[in-house]
């Protein structure tokens, strides 16, 4: 089964057994180079910035929930496209995940749909997403200037012998 990184209203982990009950939650994850924003309708995307990284929740997806979670990000009108993005697991192991991205561009100001980034901030809490993180998003719904937060370094090592 692959991979899946959610951040927006599907790391909510109620809504997501309920769109994909065959799926499973693994835990937190980290998508580099990217920022969360919202599109003009208010849902979320994330664009590509070097200096930020998005934070998430990574599912196990089975291929069976994958058409009902491609209908539910309206896939098929446009709203979203699909891409394989290198993760982060939350003990720092990388991994191949699914990316719903959204096709509008990042709009600016407050949130256009505060019920929906409400929703985004409690399941960011829930999943236990670092607070740091979490004011970044509670300032999007505030129009608040919150910086996105900046990527850390990965730390690596060569395996030993």
């Not at 058409?67 to 993005?85: C, F, M, N, T, W």
Request: net charge positive; hydrophobic share 40%.
């Amino acid at each position: 089964m692959p991979f899946y990184f959610a951040y927006g209203s599907n790391m909510d982990a109620a809504a997501m057994r309920a769109r994909c009950p065959k799926s499973r939650m693994l835990g937190r994850g980290r998508l580099a180079r990217h920022r969360f924003a919202l599109m003009a309708d208010g849902y979320a995307t994330v664009v590509r910035d070097p200096a930020s990284e998005t934070h998430g929740v990574l599912y196990d997806l089975a291929l069976s929930d994958m058409p009902a979670l491609d209908r539910y990000e309206e896939v098929s009108r446009g709203l979203y496209s699909k891409a394989i993005q290198p993760v982060l697991r939350a003990d720092g192991r990388p991994a191949r995940a699914l990316v719903y991205i959204g096709a509008a561009p990042p709009a600016s100001g407050p949130a256009k749909n505060a019920d929906y980034m409400k929703g985004v901030i409690v399941a960011a809490r829930s999943a236990d997403l670092p607070a740091p993180y979490v004011d970044f998003l509670c300032g999007l719904l505030s129009g608040g200037g919150v910086a996105a937060p900046q990527r850390r370094a990965i730390k690596w090592s060569p395996p030993t012998s």
